[in-house]
């Protein structure tokens, strides 16, 4: 038997009407929690609003007599909590994720503008205290809080959700230890970046050094995107190095240093990069450079060629320009003028990734004039009256110039990607560097400097670093082989090679909860443990000079993020 069922206009329409009700009805969330100062205590009448991520207002109310707040009916999305106080620093707490029928508890902390600036708090958090508020006024390494100028005025406090990238960065640090030519004596260090949206970024600088004469690097630079695919860096850097000689008549370093850079991505596979330095270096004399660089990559699948030129190893890449490393001049002295290191720099290369490894080979052409030599050791008056030695007193660390050469060579690297945060490279090259023979009979350091000479020699290095996740430490171990007679770099131009022979680093956030804040590392850096490749040889008066790739730096310090 068949039936036939069916159903009336009416009863279809309340159907009709029950499924195109919204799914959120009856399920909305709500956020509460408690409104306190620096010290804990509740805030009485602050202001606290609800808002978009645009940070237009929804909903706003006032705490209660005891710092409490309620927030109602609110709809499932992303939403913004700011609270407002008299004489306190508005405090943000943005990226919540409310969910249907979810009771969300945001406890928020107001500070002074005294408060906010300070880098360690008064007291260690109490045991009562709620844990999902934050204990250190600035910090980024666990919730972050941050300063940021909202575009209706006020500075707020922010904490960012993790993993997004905070508006500033700062880091203090102070190291010392035995370090090489114009890096001496205890360094204390203040860097800052400050984004205020994606498109600019700038960034502050600054290392004074405590030797017998205070030393000053100060580094400003700003980022700007200018749009689509174009980006523009400049960085602007002075030093003061008191401790630095080129004789008796010239004492004392002051160089300025400016550098401007561009990125252009053409289309996909086609980003091209220009850029410039100009620096002003005085030591007795002063001397002038200008130094382009370019470069045009191309991209097929995972495989990248690519075109550089260059014309000093300080400056080549758009997004290194503000190297640390890089932005003390080049220099050295002959015959009392001051010298700076230049040439021309050629190189095509190919690199190509395969699952965990990465392949990387380049061909180049140098012409180097003014080339520096790294030495050390007791320097006579007659030497120091030759005007053919700059000197620095705090490290005894000496550099002079080489004689001019030019030469082809080839690079040619493997990277491995391992397991558990884990790498391991292997990179091989040939081409020109100066070397210097042993020197059986005494000299003077101008016959000396007349025998570095030019020839062909072979680069071998391994690095193995990597990152133990759950500590957080960082460390990297690297050992880069040249014939000890050789006294520069046989791919002099490479801003990526490892320093010479036996060289580690280790990073290592320290965990002290309650004592100390988050984001405070222990650092040790070494350079040429084994003091291997030096070059010794007897001046006429009997003192000894040595010359080498890199002197024997050790370094150790502490940083502190925020």
């Known amino acids: 038997m068949n039936r036939r069922f069916s159903i009336s206009a009416p009863v279809l329409a309340l159907l009709l009407a029950a499924l195109s009700l919204p799914a959120y009805a009856g399920t909305d969330g709500s956020v509460s929690g408690v409104v306190r100062d620096g010290k804990g205590t509740p805030q009485i009448g602050t202001l606290v609003q609800l808002l978009r991520p645009d940070l237009s207002v929804i909903a706003q109310t006032f705490t209660d007599d005891h710092g409490r707040y309620e927030l109602a009916s609110v709809l499932p999305g992303v939403y913004g909590v700011k609270a407002t106080g008299s004489l306190f620093l508005p405090t943000l707490r943005e990226n919540l994720h409310i969910t249907a029928s979810s009771k969300v508890v945001v406890n928020l902390t107001l500070s002074t503008l005294y408060e906010a600036f300070r880098w360690l708090p008064a007291q260690p958090r109490q045991a009562d205290e709620p844990q999902d508020d934050w204990t250190w006024t600035l910090r980024l390494s666990a919730n972050r809080p941050l300063l940021r100028l909202l575009e209706d005025g006020p500075l707020v406090v922010v904490t960012e959700a993790e993993g997004q990238n905070p508006a500033l960065k700062a880091r203090v640090t102070i190291r010392g230890g035995e370090s090489g030519f114009g890096d001496g004596g205890v360094h204390h260090g203040f860097e800052m970046r400050r984004s205020n949206d994606d498109s600019h970024q700038l960034i502050l600088r600054a290392d004074l050094s405590q030797s017998e004469d205070p030393a ?23 030093l003061d190095r008191p401790e630095i000689a080129g004789g008796p008549d010239s004492q004392g370093l002051q160089a300025m240093v400016l550098r401007t850079a561009e990125t252009m991505t053409l289309n996909e596979a086609v980003e091209a990069e220009v850029g410039n330095e100009i620096e002003a270096v005085h030591l007795g004399t002063t001397a002038f450079a200008n130094h382009p660089f370019a470069a045009l990559r191309v991209r097929a699948g995972d495989a990248t060629i690519s075109y550089r030129v260059a014309t000093a190893p300080g400056v080549q890449q758009a997004d290194a320009i503000d190297r640390a490393s890089t932005l003390p001049p080049a220099m050295s002295e ?9 040439g021309l720099h050629q190189e095509i290369g ?25 030495g050390g050791g007791e320097i006579s008056a007659a030497d120091w009256k030759s005007g053919d030695v700059l000197y620095d007193s705090s490290t005894g660390a000496l550099k002079v110039a080489g004689e001019n050469y030019s030469g082809d060579g080839l690079f040619a690297e493997l990277k491995e990607m391992l397991p558990d945060d884990a ?6 090259a040939a081409g020109d560097a100066l070397t210097m023979e042993a020197q059986p009979i005494r000299m003077s350091l101008e016959n000396g400097l007349l025998s570095l000479q030019p020839r062909r020699a072979e680069m071998i290095s391994v690095v193995y670093g990597g990152k133990v996740r759950h500590p957080g430490t960082q460390w990297q171990v690297s050992y880069r082989w040249q014939p000890p007679s050789t006294l520069t770099a046989v791919d002099p131009f490479d801003t990526n090679l490892h320093d010479p022979y036996l060289s580690f680093y280790v990073r290592q956030p320290i965990h002290c909860r309650g004592i100390l804040p988050n984001g405070m590392e222990a650092l040790i850096d070494v ?32 940083s502190f993020s925020f």
């Open 216 to 238: 000053l690097n100060t580094v400003v630079g700003y980022e700007q995107q200018l749009g689509p695919g174009r980006i523009l860096r400049t960085v602007g850097a002075f």
């Open 334 to 342: 002959r015959a009392g003028q001051l010298l700076l290191e230049h």
């Open 350 to 374: 190919f690199s190509r990734a395969s699952g965990s490894l990465r392949v990387r080979v380049t061909a180049f052409h140098d012409n180097l004039e003014n080339p520096v030599v790294n």
């Open 423 to 428: 790498w391991i490279s292997v990179g091989m």
């Open 527 to 558: 350079r040429n443990l084994l003091a291997q490749g030096y070059r010794p040889f007897l001046t006429s008066d009997g003192s000894v000079l040595y010359f080498a790739q890199a002197t024997r730096a050790v370094e150790g310090g502490l």
